[in-house]
């Protein structure tokens, strides 16, 4: 897969010119399923929340659904296992980019697992991964307990498929303990390499190439 790992969506130029590079053709030729999976497991998400990510009517200046695709599609992951594997697998093999929301990690952690999607990964070569917030750090191998929404007293760890971890939102205004110095704290309890990364930063991945594409602010932990 090739990824597209954000904090708070493909918000400026940088990120959309690195999401069309990773595409190999312009977003208009593509196709995209979208993920609102991981906003079940955070308790500050609600039906409302789901429905403004999925029709693309959040304020400012993050958006996935509304960047302009050929088809955008819903696949949710709760609903997987009530429905015959070769109908979504299929969806999801013939997506140009998944396009998966933020909410909990480890929420979406385990329904990744248990709808089977984790096991289809290794098929998606071409297949871009864009993620806000938990639907990037789900892929990292440690989220850490300031991140743990949805069973706080349970294991961190996640998909582990990029060798470094990730703290989103670095500096957000609706999140006033996610500053530099708290991300700072977090890296020393995170084993390896790590990102801070703002809303207007992302980190894409290609053939094992690690690129920051950034129009804001980021650092770099460890590694």
């Keep these: 897969m090739k990824l597209l790992l954000t904090s708070g969506g493909v918000t400026n130029d940088s990120i959309r010119a690195a999401l069309v ?3 190999g053709k ?9 993920v609102p999976t991981a906003q079940w497991g955070q308790p ?3 039906p409302q929340s789901v429905w403004r990510s999925t029709a693309g009517r959040w304020e400012g200046d993050s958006d996935l659904v509304g960047l302009g ?3 955008v599609g819903v696949l949710e992951l709760t609903a997987l296992p009530t429905i015959a594997e070769e109908r979504w697998t299929r969806w999801v093999r013939e997506a140009d980019a998944l396009l998966v929301d933020g909410g909990e990690a480890r929420y979406l952690y385990t329904w990744m697992q248990r709808a089977g999607l984790t096991a289809l990964l290794p098929e998606l070569h071409d297949t871009v991964w864009v993620g806000v917030s938990a639907g990037s750090m789900v892929l990292t191998p440690r989220v850490g307990p300031e991140f743990l929404d949805w069973q706080p007293d349970g294991p961190d760890d996640t998909l582990g498929l990029v060798d470094f971890s990730l703290f989103p939102h670095l500096d957000h205004p609706g999140w006033p303990s996610n500053t530099l110095a708290a991300a700072r704290r977090w890296a020393e309890r995170i084993p390896g390499r790590s990102y801070a990364i703002d809303d207007q930063t ?19 932990f460890g590694g």
């Design 69 to 71: 695709w050929r088809s």
């Design 202 to 220: 992302a980190i894409a991945v290609a053939d094992g190439d690690v690129e920051v594409v950034s129009e804001g602010r980021w650092e770099a």
């Design 44 to 46: 500050a998400c609600d």
């Design 21 to 23: 590079a990773l595409l």
């Design 26 to 34: 312009p977003i208009a030729e593509s196709d995209a399923l979208f």
